[in-house]
């Protein structure tokens, strides 16, 4: 059964850093799409970052340049390095996976979530 667990979220003052991670268990991670999503009080859940099998990625608009994914296929880990934070990036932060052969960035291509972490940006 696949599990995945997020952590290193917390409360920091804006254009700090924080790097998430996602530690994924039960399947075969090197071959599965990867995904950020996050979602605000009253927002839909959004797309932040997707990285496919050959670690190709893809970002929204709004973190591009500030963001980055990344996967370690050894540790069965993704990342999100998460730099100059804004108040408008709180949210509860969650990464998914699935198996595909095209990696959607939508939230509706993922069909396995984490439980999230929480990150909230203070002006």
């Known amino acids: 059964q696949v599990h995945l667990v997020e952590s290193g979220g917390g409360s920091v003052q804006a254009g700090e850093s924080l790097r998430l991670s996602c530690a994924a268990s039960?399947?075969?991670?090197?071959?599965?799409?990867l995904g950020w999503f996050r979602q605000a009080p009253g927002n839909e859940r959004e797309g932040v970052a997707t990285?496919?099998?050959?670690?190709?990625?893809s970002y929204a608009d709004s973190v591009k340049g500030r963001f980055t994914i990344s996967r370690d296929n050894t540790k069965n880990t993704l990342y999100l390095q998460m730099n100059s934070l804004k108040p408008e990036d709180t949210a509860m932060y969650y990464c998914?996976?699935?198996?595909?052969?095209?990696?959607?960035?939508?939230?509706?291509?993922?069909?396995?979530w984490g439980q999230g972490t929480q990150v909230t940006v203070s002006s």
């Open positions: 998914a996976t699935d198996a595909r052969a095209y990696c959607g960035t939508g939230r509706y291509d993922y069909r396995t």
């Open positions: 039960g399947y075969g991670f090197p071959g599965y799409c």
């Open positions: 990285i496919d099998p050959y670690s190709r990625t």
